[in-house]
């Protein structure tokens, strides 16, 4: 399971203060304090600073060591070790969230239409869908190798690589240890805009998208934010 090695060390790779702020003003300016779940919390970094704000905080990540270093920011909170494609078993809430590119992970059309639905159906009427995908321009960058390595406090050294082909981001992760040598493999994919567009149409009308938060629309940049708000089917 992808996020068993990494778990560990994901805050010390890419946690970011200012990040997560941005993270929360752009969610505070579309919806007030409200139920929210986050689809794919990770380390629940963002998760516990919408807490901090009112936000009454659900999450769920598949990586049930994820789920451990989130609870340990807060007991609070409502975690659950689940897959995001799967929501039945939750209520329905004013808003939910997939953040950090964590939408990337549905690697197959069909689960995104799946996602879609689940997500509609865990929204209470005209509730708000917030979400990001990597942007096509991030397939031009990784087409060529990206790497970097350190050392954590531990002593445990890593490197970290990305790479981009077609429409697929790879992500590899080396970690070495005093017990020897940990892989993991994390593999993303990249959708075009004009199809999510397209897939979001039955479920939701897309209110704003941005580029890297604050440029209006679809533009080059590294990350597509998107509002959505609930419709109502027949």
Known sequence: ?????????YDDLVKD????????DWIEKHKSACSMLECACGSGE??????KKGYTMSALDISQQMID???????????????????????????????????????DPEDV??????????????????????????????????????????????????????DWIYQDFAFYTKDGLIQEHHLQ??????WLKQTLAP????????????HPGICPGEKYFYVCTRKETK
């Open 46 to 51: 963002i998760t516990h600073a919408l807490a």
């Open 113 to 166: 239409t799946t996602f879609f639905q689940q997500v509609h159906d865990h929204l209470r009427p005209n509730g708000i869908f917030f979400f990001d995908t990597h942007a096509l321009d991030r397939l031009e960058e990784f087409s060529q190798e990206w790497n970097e390595t350190g050392e954590f406090q531990d002593g445990t050294k890593y490197q970290w690589s990305i790479e981009s082909e077609d």
């Open 203 to 214: 479920y939701f009308e897309i209110e704003s998208i941005d580029t890297d938060f604050e």
């Open 69 to 107: 270093q989130a609870k340990a920011k807060d007991p609070t909170i409502s975690y659950y070790c689940h897959d995001m494609k799967d929501l039945s078993f939750l209520k329905q809430y004013d808003a939910i969230a997939c953040l950090c590119d964590s939408f990337n992970y549905l690697l």
């Open 1 to 9: 399971m992808i996020y068993n090695t990494l778990a560990t060390y």
């Open 17 to 24: 203060e200012q990040a997560t702020k941005a993270w929360v």
């Open 189 to 194: 994919r990249v959708y075009d805009p004009k």
